[in-house]
């Protein structure tokens, strides 16, 4: 699974992998390295997530790379206009009231 993370004002692309803790249990050095190389581990508990492994600190590499493919995204996507407000962005869906329109 594919998410988007902000930290620290930079947006991150990042894979996600969830697992059972049954499972996780035999496999744990095994996910443990998963998220040292930047992979987000979720432990579930009868589906639900309960727990979160994730690198405290992103090496240079998977940083750069990471930035790399935010970069191509942006100039996917191209310029933003000057006065687009993101708070504001879906206003056209609601009513007066807060309600969907």
Do not use: C, N, W
Request: glycine content about 4%.
């Amino acid at each position: 699974m594919i998410f988007i993370e902000l930290d620290h004002q930079l947006v991150h692309f990042m894979r996600m992998t969830h697992i059972a803790i049954s499972e996780a249990k035999a496999q744990l050095t095994e996910l443990v390295r998963r998220a040292e190389g930047g992979e987000t581990v979720v432990l579930t508990r009868h589906g639900q997530e309960v727990v979160r492994l994730a690198p405290v600190k992103i090496s240079p590499e998977l940083r750069a790379k990471r930035l790399a493919a935010i970069r191509a995204a942006q100039a996917a996507v191209g310029p933003l206009p000057a006065d687009f407000d993101a708070a504001r962005s879906h206003d056209d869906l609601y009513d007066e009231d807060g309600l969907p329109a």
